[in-house]
Structure formats: C-alpha cells, structure tokens
C-alpha cells in the first residue's frame, strides 16, 4: 500500500513539473511574442520613415491617386441613389481593398530594408479600411463604416498575429478613407521558437532526465516487490520442502528406538533406507540453495572437456528411465549426429540440465509422459531439442520461467514441490557454455526446448 502511495505521489509529482513546465513556455512564448512585436514593429514604421524620405513621397502617395481617379469614375457613372445599396457598397469596397493590395509599393521596399538590417523579409502587407466614404463636393456617399454593418463585406481578414504599424487618414478629391496597415510575418513562429530554443532544449533535458529517473525508479521498485514476492514464496516452499524429509526422518528415527522394530532387521533396514533416502533429498535441496548463492557471488566454473555427445546422452536417458522405471515415460530419440561428434562441454553440468529438463517433463505431466529428443549439428553450433506432451506454459510464465524462484501459475504447480531453482539453472548453466535456450509452448499441449551450444572443440 505504501509502494503504491509513493508510486502515485511520484506521478503526481511529474504531472505537477510537466505542467510547470508547459505553463514557462507558454509565458516565455508570449514573452517573445511581444518582443517580436515591439522590435519588428518599431523597424517597420522607422522603415517607412526612411523611405518617405529618401523619395521625398509618402510610399502610398501612387495608390492613393489611383483610388481618387476610381472614385471620380464611380462618382460620374453611377447614379446617387444607387451608391446607396449594399451590393454596390460592397463591390466599390472590394475594389478599394483590392487595389489598396495590389499597387501598394511598401512590401518591396520593406523586404529590402529589413534584409538590409538581417531580418527576416518573408512579409505580407494588410490594409483594413475602417471608414469610406465617396464625394463630389459639397455630397459625400458613405460606403463603409465600422459602426454600420454592410452585407457582403469581403474586406481581406486581418490574421490574429499580424502586427499593426499605422493608421492613416487619407482625404482625396473624391474619397475620404481611414486605413490601418498590418504587416503579417510568415515565419514568425519559426523565429520566436529559434530564439526560445535554448530554453526548450534545457526544458526537455530536464523532463527527460526526470522522466528516466522516475521510471527507472518505479522499474526498481516493481522488480523489488516481484523479487520480494519470489523471496517469500520461496521461503514458504523451502520450508515446506525441509519439513516433509525432516518430519519423514523424526518418525523412521522414533521407530527406530521402539525394541520391537528394532529387533526386526528387515524393518530397521527398510527405516534405515528411508532415512537415508531422505537425507540426500535435504541434501539436494541444500546444495541448491548454495550453488545459488555461489552463483551470484562468482558465476560457475565450468570442468570442459571434449566428449562424444551422442553417447553422453544416451547414458543420460537410460539412466533417467532407470530411475523413472515405475512412470511408463516414453522416450523418442533422434540423432542426426554420427557417433564420434564430440563439444567441448563440462559433462556434469549438462546432466544436470537434462535431468532437470527430463524430470519436468514427467513431474507436469497429466497423462503418461512422452519425451521426445532431437540433435542436430550445424557448422559449428550444436542444436538439442527436449520436447514433451506436459501441461505446458502460458504466455505470460513463459516471460518469467528462467527466473529465480518463479515457479509458473497454474494448478498442477502447487501440487508438485519445488524451489522454483531447476529452470534458472538450466539457462545459467547454457549461458556459461556461451549457448542459448529457447521456449516453444502451448498449454495442455506441451513444451519445446531448443538448446543451441558452440561445439568450440580447438
């Protein structure tokens, strides 16, 4: 409960910094923002001032003209009362904007100012008429004004990040006009993110440095339970283990001491057997338990030797049919190898392994035990499968069954004993001879075993 507290705690934590972190962008974003605005502002209207007085003419002076001689056609073609509707209001309108955009001579001379000073020239000009009116003299024709509202107004939009640099008056023979001018920067994004570029790099060190930790952290922390829950059930079933020998070996020894059975020499011998029967089982179980802890400390060391495989094996396999005599286990044997292929490999060691693979293979077994073994020699590898027709194991043991400890999830498993030890030393053990063991299984169907050792014979 407490693991999961913390656990919690630290997500919250790093929900928290994340947050942080997107609010200090977004301020320092809108920081840069205004920045932009201010500097690129204050270059665009000194510009214009520049260029008015290099040309000694305001730069809209041309266009400005052109839109007075349209205003004195419009005027003397179009008759009074029809300058009133909106249709016409809204094309004369149109034809201002659209002139306004498309004579103006500022973009150009703005593009080679600011590239003049090294700044950024990907600009477009805006011009949003906010008042208009027609005249000839004394009679004036109004056709637009913010505080009316005109149907069809099709006056170019004004983008939420283009700057505004001036408004300006206009009052010609034939029109009476209040324009402001906007300059819209392209690339204004891309430049405010380079110059914040140096903070969002720092930014994301940081949260990437935070987000490894707390995984790594949360990583260890669920490794460390897992392993303490392996600890303990490995605890439970030590215990469980030693107290069935040692409670046969108190019992059989107690006979012992009653004189009717120990007069009785054929059932002392047989009480003398199991006891010693017994004390080589704690044995085994002892020797696990600390070859596992001298594995820890210093890995195996292996006694190789160069053997004949298919005869090593074959002894193998007659010696567990010996021992398994009374289980009906059916044993398939198929070599692709001749008599005399020979590795380098430490014999004891991998009796162990195959003792352990082949004693599985009865112990999960539901129906009479079929083992089937396969060699094969490849270049220099040598390959041995161990198949069986057991109970099998789920996809999620299979990630897990070479593990210390673990012992797999289903029923048969808390039926017959074990340390949950056997498995991890075979892939030790495979791993020291610089080989590989890999799991095939399906459940209620069966495992496969491949093994892949180096023959190494130099």
């Known amino acids: 409960m407490k693991k999961r507290f913390n656990i919690l705690l630290a997500l919250v934590a790093f929900l928290i910094l994340i947050a942080a972190q997107v609010y200090v962008i977004s301020e320092f974003y809108k920081l840069k923002n205004k920045e932009f605005i201010q500097n690129y502002g204050d270059e665009i209207f000194k510009a214009i001032g520049i260029i008015q007085d290099k040309t000694g003419l305001n730069p809209f002076d041309q266009v400005y003209v052109q839109l007075d001689e349209i205003a004195s056609n419009l005027i003397f073609e179009i008759p009074g009362y029809e300058l009133q509707s909106d249709s016409v209001k809204s094309n004369i309108l149109l034809q201002f904007s659209s002139i306004l955009r498309e004579n103006e001579e500022i973009t150009p001379n703005l593009k080679i100012y600011l590239e003049e000073i090294k700044r950024d020239s990907n600009i477009q000009s805006i011009f949003y008429i906010h008042n208009l009116k027609l005249r000839n003299f004394s009679l004036e024709y109004p056709m637009f004004s913010e505080t009316t509202e005109l149907k069809g107004n099709s006056q170019e939009s004004i983008n939420k990040g283009a700057i505004y640099i001036q408004t300006f008056q206009v009052d010609y023979n034939y ?131 160069i053997i004949a495989i298919k005869p090593f094996l074959k002894e193998i ?142």
């Open 175 to 305: 029109f009476n006009m209040e324009v402001s001018y906007y300059v819209d920067f392209s690339n204004r994004n891309r430049i405010i993110i380079a110059e914040m570029s140096s903070i969002l790099v720092l930014l994301l060190i940081t949260l990437c440095v935070v987000l490894f930790v707390y995984i790594r952290t949360l990583r260890n922390m669920i490794k460390q339970r897992k392993l303490s829950e392996l600890k303990s059930e490995f605890i439970n079933n030590m215990t469980h283990e030693l107290k069935t020998p040692l409670s046969t070996i108190a019992v059989a020894s107690a006979s012992l001491g009653i004189d009717e059975i120990a007069s009785n020499k054929k059932r002392s011998k047989e009480l003398s057997v199991i006891i010693n029967r017994q004390n080589k089982l704690l044995n085994q179980m002892i020797d696990q338990v600390l070859d596992v802890s001298a594995l820890e400390r210093s890995g195996f060391s292996l006694s190789k030797e």
């Open 317 to 458: 396999i007659e010696a567990f049919r010996i021992n398994q005599s009374d289980s009906n286990i059916i044993v398939k044997e198929e070599y692709f190898i001749d008599e005399k292929f020979a590795a380098n490999i430490d014999k004891f060691q991998l009796t162990r392994v195959f003792n352990n693979l082949f004693s599985n293979s009865v112990k999960y077994c539901t129906k009479i035990p079929e083992i089937g073994i396969k060699i094969l020699a490849k270049s220099k590898n040598l390959t041995i499968w161990v198949n069986d027709n057991g109970i099998g194991i789920s996809k999620e043991d299979e990630n897990n069954i070479f593990s210390k400890f673990y012992r797999g999830n289903h029923d048969l498993n808390k039926k017959v004993k074990g340390l949950g030890l056997g498995l991890y030393f075979v892939k030790r053990i495979i791993e020291e001879h610089d080989g590989i063991i890999k799991l095939e299984s399906k459940l209620e169907e069966g495992s496969s075993f491949i093994i892949e050792l180096p023959v190494n014979n130099e």
